[in-house]
């Protein structure tokens, strides 16, 4: 039997095949469809879940990886620092189509579990790889930056 914890609740997989993303774990095997599929290869971040607190492109990483270990995903209702980023995302009116944004938000929430006062640049630097379409970037360093100053 493979457990996984995801969002504080322990799933135990059966007839998975070890090499499944992630991504299709969520979203076709247990209907948690807020995690988005972008680019397929890990290369946009549409797909950013967190992985024992670590930012994962959950498109290329398989599940067997993931065995015994904690998920976080964007319908996550209990994190602390992922509901002040919401809170921010909204008060600094980050998203537009807001396609990304799941993966936005939990990049920047894994980055503020590492680092609860990153500077700009490591904002800049930690959200490198998260590509949004409508280029809100400004917008996302703001609202992280609030969050981080407390």
């Given at each position: 039997?493979?457990?996984?914890?995801?969002?504080?609740?322990?799933?135990?997989?059966?007839?998975?095949?070890?090499?499944?993303?992630?991504?299709?774990?969520?979203?076709?095997?247990?209907?948690?469809?807020?995690?988005?599929?972008?680019?397929?290869?890990?290369?946009?971040?549409?797909?950013?879940?967190?992985?024992?607190?670590?930012?994962?492109?959950?498109?290329?990483?398989?599940?067997?990886?993931?065995?015994?270990k904690k998920i976080t995903t964007i319908e996550n209702?209990?994190?602390?620092?992922?509901?002040?980023?919401?809170?921010?995302?909204k008060t600094h009116d980050v998203a537009q189509c807001?396609?990304?944004?799941?993966?936005?938000?939990?990049?920047?929430?894994?980055?503020?579990?590492?680092?609860?006062?990153?500077?700009?640049?490591?904002?800049?630097?930690?959200?490198?790889?998260?590509?949004?379409?409508?280029?809100?970037?400004?917008?996302i360093l703001t609202a992280i930056s609030a969050v981080?100053?407390?």
């Amino acid at each position: 039997m493979n457990t996984i914890f995801i969002d504080n609740k322990k799933y135990e997989l059966k007839e998975i095949p070890e090499d499944t993303p992630v991504l299709w774990v969520l979203r076709d095997y247990l209907d948690l469809t807020g995690t988005k599929f972008g680019c397929g290869v890990g290369m946009c971040g549409a797909c950013t879940v967190l992985l024992d607190n670590s930012a994962i492109r959950s498109c290329s990483t398989p599940i067997s990886q993931a065995y015994g270990k904690k998920i976080t995903t964007i319908e996550n209702k209990e994190d602390k620092e992922l509901n002040s980023l919401r809170v921010a995302w909204k008060t600094h009116d980050v998203a537009q189509c807001g396609y990304c944004q799941p993966g936005q938000l939990m990049n920047a929430t894994s980055l503020l579990k590492s680092n609860a006062k990153p500077s700009k640049e490591e904002i800049i630097t930690s959200m490198d790889g998260n590509v949004c379409r409508c280029g809100t970037y400004n917008k996302i360093l703001t609202a992280i930056s609030a969050v981080a100053k407390g």
